[in-house]
Protein backbone atom coordinates (compact mmCIF):
# COMPACT_ATOMS: atom_id res chain seq x y z
CA UNK A 1 0.00 0.00 0.00
CA UNK A 2 1.12 3.56 -0.80
CA UNK A 3 0.03 6.97 0.67
CA UNK A 4 0.74 10.08 -1.14
CA UNK A 5 0.58 13.00 0.59
CA UNK A 6 -0.76 15.75 -2.05
CA UNK A 7 -1.26 18.33 0.47
CA UNK A 8 -2.48 19.14 3.96
CA UNK A 9 1.49 17.89 4.87
CA UNK A 10 3.31 21.11 6.69
CA UNK A 11 0.33 23.05 6.08
CA UNK A 12 -3.12 23.25 7.16
CA UNK A 13 -4.83 23.93 3.28
CA UNK A 14 -4.37 22.24 0.37
CA UNK A 15 -5.73 18.39 2.11
CA UNK A 16 -5.19 15.03 -0.28
CA UNK A 17 -4.07 12.57 0.57
CA UNK A 18 -4.28 9.28 -1.93
CA UNK A 19 -4.22 5.63 -1.30
CA UNK A 20 -2.96 3.05 -3.28
CA UNK A 21 -3.50 -0.77 -3.06
CA UNK A 22 -3.84 -3.51 -5.43
CA UNK A 23 -4.41 -1.21 -8.53
CA UNK A 24 -6.99 0.39 -6.65
CA UNK A 25 -6.56 4.96 -6.08
CA UNK A 26 -8.15 6.05 -3.09
CA UNK A 27 -8.31 9.99 -2.98
CA UNK A 28 -9.39 11.47 0.98
CA UNK A 29 -10.53 15.05 0.51
CA UNK A 30 -9.29 17.53 -2.09
CA UNK A 31 -8.80 20.45 -0.46
CA UNK A 32 -7.28 24.52 -2.01
CA UNK A 33 -3.95 25.49 -0.87
CA UNK A 34 -4.05 29.18 1.03
CA UNK A 35 -2.09 31.35 2.53
CA UNK A 36 1.38 32.55 1.10
CA UNK A 37 2.03 32.82 -2.56
CA UNK A 38 4.61 29.54 -3.07
CA UNK A 39 1.48 27.29 -1.37
CA UNK A 40 -1.33 29.20 -3.72
CA UNK A 41 0.73 28.36 -7.08
CA UNK A 42 0.37 24.94 -6.40
CA UNK A 43 -3.58 25.30 -6.95
CA UNK A 44 -2.38 25.99 -10.71
CA UNK A 45 -0.27 22.58 -10.94
CA UNK A 46 -1.98 19.12 -11.64
CA UNK A 47 -1.23 16.72 -9.59
CA UNK A 48 1.76 14.12 -9.68
CA UNK A 49 -1.05 10.93 -10.48
CA UNK A 50 -3.51 11.55 -13.11
CA UNK A 51 -6.74 12.13 -11.81
CA UNK A 52 -8.59 10.14 -14.60
CA UNK A 53 -6.93 6.69 -12.72
CA UNK A 54 -8.44 7.58 -9.45
CA UNK A 55 -11.33 5.06 -8.65
CA UNK A 56 -12.77 7.37 -5.57
CA UNK A 57 -12.56 10.97 -3.82
CA UNK A 58 -13.81 10.39 0.03
CA UNK A 59 -14.68 14.13 1.55
CA UNK A 60 -14.54 14.53 4.87
CA UNK A 61 -16.59 18.26 4.92
CA UNK A 62 -17.00 21.01 3.55
CA UNK A 63 -14.43 23.32 4.14
CA UNK A 64 -12.25 25.07 1.49
CA UNK A 65 -9.29 23.81 2.52
CA UNK A 66 -10.73 19.63 2.76
CA UNK A 67 -13.25 20.23 -0.91
CA UNK A 68 -12.10 23.45 -2.62
CA UNK A 69 -9.61 21.49 -5.38
CA UNK A 70 -12.90 19.78 -6.85
CA UNK A 71 -13.68 21.77 -9.59
CA UNK A 72 -9.76 21.21 -11.27
CA UNK A 73 -10.11 17.73 -9.90
CA UNK A 74 -12.63 16.69 -12.46
CA UNK A 75 -11.51 19.57 -15.01
CA UNK A 76 -8.47 17.24 -15.60
CA UNK A 77 -10.15 14.78 -16.43
CA UNK A 78 -11.93 13.11 -12.46
CA UNK A 79 -15.11 10.77 -13.37
CA UNK A 80 -15.48 8.73 -10.34
CA UNK A 81 -17.82 9.55 -7.75
CA UNK A 82 -17.30 12.14 -4.60
CA UNK A 83 -18.67 10.27 -1.36
CA UNK A 84 -19.60 12.46 1.83
CA UNK A 85 -22.44 12.97 4.46
CA UNK A 86 -25.32 14.42 3.44
CA UNK A 87 -24.94 17.59 5.16
CA UNK A 88 -22.09 18.23 3.67
CA UNK A 89 -23.10 17.57 -0.44
CA UNK A 90 -25.15 20.84 0.32
CA UNK A 91 -22.37 22.60 2.15
CA UNK A 92 -20.09 21.61 -0.05
CA UNK A 93 -22.30 22.94 -3.10
CA UNK A 94 -22.71 26.39 -1.22
CA UNK A 95 -18.39 26.42 -0.48
CA UNK A 96 -17.18 25.84 -4.07
CA UNK A 97 -20.12 27.80 -5.50
CA UNK A 98 -19.03 30.53 -3.42
CA UNK A 99 -15.66 30.31 -4.13
CA UNK A 100 -15.62 30.16 -8.06
CA UNK A 101 -17.66 33.35 -7.41
CA UNK A 102 -15.37 35.22 -5.68
CA UNK A 103 -12.59 33.96 -7.88
CA UNK A 104 -14.41 35.36 -10.94
CA UNK A 105 -15.14 38.61 -9.39
CA UNK A 106 -11.28 39.55 -8.75
CA UNK A 107 -10.02 38.26 -12.02
CA UNK A 108 -13.06 40.68 -13.58
CA UNK A 109 -11.52 43.29 -10.78
CA UNK A 110 -7.99 42.74 -11.54
CA UNK A 111 -8.12 43.09 -15.06
CA UNK A 112 -10.57 46.38 -14.91
CA UNK A 113 -7.95 48.10 -12.92
CA UNK A 114 -4.95 46.03 -14.19
CA UNK A 115 -3.24 45.48 -10.87
CA UNK A 116 -2.61 41.85 -11.83
CA UNK A 117 0.76 40.52 -12.67
CA UNK A 118 -0.65 38.38 -15.52
CA UNK A 119 -1.28 39.66 -19.04
CA UNK A 120 -4.93 38.69 -18.54
CA UNK A 121 -5.89 37.36 -14.71
CA UNK A 122 -7.99 34.24 -15.37
CA UNK A 123 -9.83 32.57 -12.12
CA UNK A 124 -8.76 29.00 -10.94
CA UNK A 125 -11.88 27.93 -12.03
CA UNK A 126 -15.28 29.66 -12.35
CA UNK A 127 -19.12 28.99 -11.43
CA UNK A 128 -19.83 26.28 -14.36
CA UNK A 129 -16.71 24.18 -13.27
CA UNK A 130 -17.53 23.86 -10.11
CA UNK A 131 -21.11 22.77 -10.84
CA UNK A 132 -19.88 20.20 -13.31
CA UNK A 133 -18.57 18.70 -9.58
CA UNK A 134 -22.23 18.23 -8.46
CA UNK A 135 -23.36 15.32 -10.22
CA UNK A 136 -20.49 13.18 -9.00
CA UNK A 137 -21.60 13.67 -5.12
CA UNK A 138 -22.54 10.81 -3.49
CA UNK A 139 -24.81 11.23 -0.50
CA UNK A 140 -23.26 7.99 2.71
CA UNK A 141 -24.85 7.11 5.33
CA UNK A 142 -23.38 6.47 8.90
CA UNK A 143 -23.64 2.44 7.93
CA UNK A 144 -20.90 1.17 6.71
CA UNK A 145 -20.75 1.25 2.65
CA UNK A 146 -19.09 -1.00 0.55
CA UNK A 147 -17.42 1.07 -2.23
CA UNK A 148 -16.42 -2.48 -3.73
CA UNK A 149 -15.46 -6.10 -2.86
CA UNK A 150 -12.69 -6.05 -0.20
CA UNK A 151 -13.34 -1.71 0.30
CA UNK A 152 -15.66 -0.36 2.55
CA UNK A 153 -16.25 2.57 4.39
CA UNK A 154 -18.22 4.36 7.95
CA UNK A 155 -18.08 7.86 8.34
CA UNK A 156 -18.56 9.17 12.18
CA UNK A 157 -19.06 12.72 12.94
CA UNK A 158 -16.13 14.40 14.47
CA UNK A 159 -17.55 17.84 15.56
CA UNK A 160 -15.91 19.78 13.75
CA UNK A 161 -18.77 22.02 11.00
CA UNK A 162 -21.93 20.27 10.52
CA UNK A 163 -22.10 16.78 8.54
CA UNK A 164 -17.92 16.93 9.10
CA UNK A 165 -17.14 13.57 9.40
CA UNK A 166 -13.99 10.88 10.53
CA UNK A 167 -13.88 8.31 7.78
CA UNK A 168 -12.90 4.47 8.21
CA UNK A 169 -11.39 3.16 5.51
CA UNK A 170 -11.24 -0.98 5.38
CA UNK A 171 -9.10 -1.57 2.27
CA UNK A 172 -7.60 -4.87 1.37
CA UNK A 173 -7.62 -6.18 4.93
CA UNK A 174 -6.31 -3.03 6.64
CA UNK A 175 -8.35 -0.46 8.75
CA UNK A 176 -7.19 3.29 7.95
CA UNK A 177 -8.77 5.85 9.98
CA UNK A 178 -8.44 9.77 8.54
CA UNK A 179 -9.25 12.36 11.11
CA UNK A 180 -10.59 15.03 8.95
CA UNK A 181 -10.98 17.95 11.68
CA UNK A 182 -11.81 16.74 15.15
CA UNK A 183 -14.27 19.56 16.87
CA UNK A 184 -14.05 20.52 20.43
CA UNK A 185 -16.19 18.36 22.71
CA UNK A 186 -17.89 21.32 24.58
CA UNK A 187 -18.91 23.25 21.26
CA UNK A 188 -21.98 25.64 21.80
CA UNK A 189 -23.30 24.38 18.38
CA UNK A 190 -21.46 20.66 17.48
CA UNK A 191 -22.06 17.67 19.11
CA UNK A 192 -19.07 15.64 20.18
CA UNK A 193 -16.73 13.96 17.93
CA UNK A 194 -17.04 10.11 18.17
CA UNK A 195 -13.30 8.59 18.48
CA UNK A 196 -12.14 5.65 16.48
CA UNK A 197 -12.20 1.99 18.00
CA UNK A 198 -9.34 0.55 16.03
CA UNK A 199 -7.15 1.13 13.16
CA UNK A 200 -3.98 -0.24 11.84
CA UNK A 201 -2.72 3.55 10.29
CA UNK A 202 -3.81 6.81 11.19
CA UNK A 203 -3.97 10.22 9.57
CA UNK A 204 -4.41 12.95 12.24
CA UNK A 205 -5.09 16.64 11.86
CA UNK A 206 -2.54 18.69 13.81
CA UNK A 207 -4.11 22.57 13.55
CA UNK A 208 -3.55 23.20 17.09
CA UNK A 209 -1.27 19.98 17.80
CA UNK A 210 1.19 22.68 20.12
CA UNK A 211 -1.54 24.84 21.81
CA UNK A 212 -4.03 24.63 24.31
CA UNK A 213 -6.95 26.62 23.89
CA UNK A 214 -7.18 29.68 26.90
CA UNK A 215 -10.26 29.26 29.32
CA UNK A 216 -11.95 31.83 28.94
CA UNK A 217 -15.63 33.91 29.31
CA UNK A 218 -16.20 34.00 25.34
CA UNK A 219 -19.73 35.71 25.87
CA UNK A 220 -17.14 38.14 28.38
CA UNK A 221 -14.62 39.00 26.15
CA UNK A 222 -16.72 39.64 23.52
CA UNK A 223 -19.40 41.62 25.05
CA UNK A 224 -16.34 43.83 26.59
CA UNK A 225 -15.07 44.75 23.23
CA UNK A 226 -18.31 45.15 21.80
CA UNK A 227 -19.31 47.53 24.64
CA UNK A 228 -16.32 49.21 24.60
CA UNK A 229 -15.71 50.04 20.73
CA UNK A 230 -19.55 51.11 20.66
CA UNK A 231 -18.89 53.65 23.54
CA UNK A 232 -16.37 55.14 21.23
CA UNK A 233 -18.53 55.66 18.41
CA UNK A 234 -17.01 52.53 16.46
CA UNK A 235 -17.86 49.74 14.85
CA UNK A 236 -17.30 46.05 14.72
CA UNK A 237 -16.54 44.06 12.14
CA UNK A 238 -15.67 39.92 12.97
CA UNK A 239 -14.75 38.13 9.92
CA UNK A 240 -15.81 34.52 9.73
CA UNK A 241 -15.71 31.31 8.20
CA UNK A 242 -19.37 31.28 6.58
CA UNK A 243 -20.06 27.62 8.08
CA UNK A 244 -20.49 26.96 11.29
CA UNK A 245 -18.15 29.90 13.07
CA UNK A 246 -21.44 32.54 11.70
CA UNK A 247 -24.10 30.57 13.21
CA UNK A 248 -21.90 29.88 16.46
CA UNK A 249 -21.57 34.11 16.56
CA UNK A 250 -25.02 34.59 16.13
CA UNK A 251 -25.96 32.48 18.35
CA UNK A 252 -23.30 34.01 21.33
CA UNK A 253 -24.61 37.14 19.90
CA UNK A 254 -28.26 36.23 20.75
CA UNK A 255 -27.31 35.02 23.97
CA UNK A 256 -25.72 38.01 24.61
CA UNK A 257 -28.93 39.80 23.33
CA UNK A 258 -31.31 38.48 26.07
CA UNK A 259 -29.44 39.13 28.85
CA UNK A 260 -29.36 42.60 27.76
CA UNK A 261 -25.27 42.46 27.76
CA UNK A 262 -24.31 43.85 24.69
CA UNK A 263 -26.22 47.35 23.38
CA UNK A 264 -29.24 47.33 21.45
CA UNK A 265 -27.49 48.15 17.92
CA UNK A 266 -27.76 46.56 14.17
CA UNK A 267 -26.03 43.20 14.07
CA UNK A 268 -25.88 42.55 10.55
CA UNK A 269 -24.91 38.61 8.86
CA UNK A 270 -22.97 39.99 5.48
CA UNK A 271 -22.51 36.42 4.42
CA UNK A 272 -24.99 35.01 2.02
CA UNK A 273 -23.82 31.39 1.95
CA UNK A 274 -23.76 31.91 5.76
CA UNK A 275 -27.60 32.21 5.38
CA UNK A 276 -28.10 29.67 3.07
CA UNK A 277 -26.22 27.54 5.58
CA UNK A 278 -29.11 28.42 8.79
CA UNK A 279 -31.03 26.39 6.02
CA UNK A 280 -29.05 23.28 6.40
CA UNK A 281 -29.16 23.62 10.07
CA UNK A 282 -33.16 23.79 9.97
CA UNK A 283 -32.41 21.00 7.67
CA UNK A 284 -30.32 18.48 9.69
CA UNK A 285 -31.30 19.36 13.54
CA UNK A 286 -29.61 15.49 14.51
CA UNK A 287 -26.50 17.09 13.60
CA UNK A 288 -26.20 19.82 16.08
CA UNK A 289 -27.49 21.01 19.05
CA UNK A 290 -30.23 24.09 18.58
CA UNK A 291 -33.31 23.05 18.07
CA UNK A 292 -35.63 24.89 15.12
CA UNK A 293 -37.42 26.87 17.44
CA UNK A 294 -34.27 28.22 19.12
CA UNK A 295 -32.75 28.54 15.13
CA UNK A 296 -36.09 30.73 14.33
CA UNK A 297 -35.64 32.92 17.26
CA UNK A 298 -31.68 33.68 16.94
CA UNK A 299 -32.31 34.77 12.97
CA UNK A 300 -35.08 37.59 13.95
CA UNK A 301 -32.45 39.54 16.19
CA UNK A 302 -29.96 39.90 12.95
CA UNK A 303 -30.03 42.14 9.88
CA UNK A 304 -29.45 39.42 7.22
CA UNK A 305 -27.76 41.25 3.93
CA UNK A 306 -28.15 39.39 0.76
CA UNK A 307 -27.06 41.58 -2.41
CA UNK A 308 -23.89 44.24 -2.63
CA UNK A 309 -26.04 47.10 -2.85
CA UNK A 310 -27.07 46.81 1.15
CA UNK A 311 -23.49 45.91 1.91
CA UNK A 312 -22.51 49.50 0.84
CA UNK A 313 -25.78 51.15 2.01
CA UNK A 314 -25.16 49.38 5.88
CA UNK A 315 -21.23 50.27 5.54
CA UNK A 316 -21.62 54.08 4.63
CA UNK A 317 -24.38 54.15 7.73
CA UNK A 318 -22.40 56.16 10.84
CA UNK A 319 -24.57 54.12 13.31
CA UNK A 320 -22.22 51.79 15.27
CA UNK A 321 -22.67 48.48 14.34
CA UNK A 322 -21.38 44.87 14.99
CA UNK A 323 -21.00 43.24 11.53
CA UNK A 324 -20.02 39.08 10.59
CA UNK A 325 -18.41 38.88 7.26
CA UNK A 326 -17.19 36.44 5.16
CA UNK A 327 -14.28 35.21 4.81
CA UNK A 328 -13.27 33.57 8.19
CA UNK A 329 -9.15 34.06 6.82
CA UNK A 330 -9.69 37.95 5.49
CA UNK A 331 -8.70 36.25 1.97
CA UNK A 332 -11.59 37.57 -0.19
CA UNK A 333 -15.36 38.17 0.63
CA UNK A 334 -17.75 40.89 1.28
CA UNK A 335 -15.15 41.39 4.80
CA UNK A 336 -12.78 43.32 2.37
CA UNK A 337 -15.38 45.82 1.72
CA UNK A 338 -15.76 46.69 5.58
CA UNK A 339 -12.41 46.74 6.28
CA UNK A 340 -11.35 49.26 3.60
CA UNK A 341 -13.78 51.68 4.87
CA UNK A 342 -13.24 50.87 8.53
CA UNK A 343 -9.75 49.64 9.24
CA UNK A 344 -7.95 52.51 9.20
CA UNK A 345 -10.40 54.75 12.00
CA UNK A 346 -8.39 53.53 15.79
CA UNK A 347 -12.31 53.94 17.05
CA UNK A 348 -13.18 50.95 15.34
CA UNK A 349 -12.66 46.78 16.32
CA UNK A 350 -11.73 43.77 14.07
CA UNK A 351 -12.30 40.55 15.96
CA UNK A 352 -10.19 37.39 14.57
CA UNK A 353 -11.99 34.26 15.81
CA UNK A 354 -10.36 30.90 13.99
CA UNK A 355 -7.52 29.61 12.95
CA UNK A 356 -5.42 32.17 10.60
CA UNK A 357 -3.39 30.34 7.91
CA UNK A 358 0.19 31.50 6.90
CA UNK A 359 0.32 34.20 4.63
CA UNK A 360 -3.39 35.11 5.28
CA UNK A 361 -4.08 38.71 5.29
CA UNK A 362 -6.22 37.47 9.49
CA UNK A 363 -2.18 36.09 10.01
CA UNK A 364 -0.58 39.57 8.84
CA UNK A 365 -3.13 41.08 10.76
CA UNK A 366 -3.06 39.27 14.19
CA UNK A 367 1.30 39.27 13.90
CA UNK A 368 0.47 43.38 13.67
CA UNK A 369 1.16 44.89 10.69
CA UNK A 370 1.35 48.33 10.01
CA UNK A 371 -1.14 47.95 6.37
CA UNK A 372 -2.27 45.53 4.74
CA UNK A 373 -2.98 44.87 0.55
CA UNK A 374 -6.65 44.53 -0.68
CA UNK A 375 -8.26 45.75 -3.92
CA UNK A 376 -4.56 46.65 -5.23
CA UNK A 377 -3.79 49.43 -2.30
CA UNK A 378 -2.40 49.12 0.50
CA UNK A 379 -4.48 50.47 3.54
CA UNK A 380 -3.16 51.66 7.26
CA UNK A 381 -4.42 49.61 9.98
CA UNK A 382 -5.63 51.72 12.97
CA UNK A 383 -8.21 49.61 14.19
CA UNK A 384 -8.11 47.29 17.13
CA UNK A 385 -7.19 43.71 16.06
CA UNK A 386 -8.77 41.16 18.36
CA UNK A 387 -8.19 37.46 18.80
CA UNK A 388 -10.95 35.37 20.56
CA UNK A 389 -9.34 31.83 20.07
CA UNK A 390 -11.63 30.03 21.90
CA UNK A 391 -14.27 30.15 19.19
CA UNK A 392 -12.23 27.85 16.96
CA UNK A 393 -14.14 24.61 15.46
CA UNK A 394 -11.16 22.95 15.66
CA UNK A 395 -10.21 20.62 18.74
CA UNK A 396 -6.83 21.75 20.73
CA UNK A 397 -3.86 19.20 21.49
CA UNK A 398 -5.55 17.76 24.68
CA UNK A 399 -9.27 17.59 22.11
CA UNK A 400 -6.50 15.52 19.91
CA UNK A 401 -5.16 13.78 22.14
CA UNK A 402 -8.62 12.35 23.78
CA UNK A 403 -9.72 11.71 20.12
CA UNK A 404 -6.92 8.50 20.70
CA UNK A 405 -8.48 7.46 23.66
CA UNK A 406 -10.76 4.71 22.73
CA UNK A 407 -8.56 3.20 20.45
CA UNK A 408 -8.15 -0.79 21.62
CA UNK A 409 -5.04 -1.69 20.02
CA UNK A 410 -1.47 0.22 19.30
CA UNK A 411 -2.28 1.68 15.22
CA UNK A 412 0.62 0.65 13.38
CA UNK A 413 1.67 4.03 12.51
CA UNK A 414 -0.19 7.13 13.08
CA UNK A 415 0.48 10.33 10.26
CA UNK A 416 0.59 13.86 11.76
CA UNK A 417 -0.92 15.95 8.61
CA UNK A 418 -3.42 19.29 8.41
CA UNK A 419 -0.50 21.39 10.90
CA UNK A 420 2.21 23.79 10.44
CA UNK A 421 5.87 22.02 10.94
CA UNK A 422 6.03 23.06 14.17
CA UNK A 423 2.77 22.02 16.06
CA UNK A 424 2.52 18.80 14.10
CA UNK A 425 6.24 17.91 15.66
CA UNK A 426 5.00 18.79 19.08
CA UNK A 427 1.61 16.62 18.60
CA UNK A 428 3.53 14.00 17.24
CA UNK A 429 5.93 14.11 21.00
CA UNK A 430 3.01 14.27 23.01
CA UNK A 431 1.21 11.30 21.85
CA UNK A 432 4.57 9.27 21.72
CA UNK A 433 4.83 10.22 25.48
CA UNK A 434 0.93 9.09 26.10
CA UNK A 435 0.43 6.37 24.11
CA UNK A 436 3.88 5.04 23.34
CA UNK A 437 2.32 5.02 19.61
CA UNK A 438 5.15 5.52 16.44
CA UNK A 439 3.83 8.68 14.59
CA UNK A 440 5.25 10.55 11.44
CA UNK A 441 5.31 13.91 10.38
CA UNK A 442 5.04 13.53 6.33
CA UNK A 443 6.20 16.02 4.17
CA UNK A 444 4.86 17.77 1.23
CA UNK A 445 4.42 15.59 -2.19
CA UNK A 446 5.76 12.69 -0.19
CA UNK A 447 5.18 8.99 -1.01
CA UNK A 448 4.97 6.33 1.61
CA UNK A 449 5.28 2.62 1.40
CA UNK A 450 3.32 1.23 4.00
Not at 24 to 44: A, E, H, S, T, W
Not at 302 to 321: D, G, M, R, V
Amino acid sequence: MTVHFLGGAGTVTGSKTLIESEGIRILVDCGLFQGIKPLRLLNRQHLSVDPETIDFVLLTHGHLDHCGWLPKLVADGYKGPIFMSQPTVEITKLILLDSAKIQEEEAERANKEKNSKHEVAEPLYTLEDAEKVFPLFRPITAEETFLSENISVQYFPSGHIIGACSIQLNLHGKILVFSGDVGRNTDDLMLAPQKPKKADYIFLESTYGNRLHPEIDVKEQLASIINTTVNRGGQVVIPSFAVERAQSLMYLLWQLQLENRIPKIPYVIDTPMGVKVLAVFSQYPQWHKLTVGDLQAMTKHFKLISSIEETYETIFKPESKVVIAASGMVTGGRVLAYLEHYIDQPENSVIMVGYQAEGTRGRKLLEGVSEVKFFGKYHPVKAEIHLIESLSAHGDQNDLLNWLSDLEEAPEQIFIVHGENEPADELRVKINERYGYHCTVPLLGQVVDV
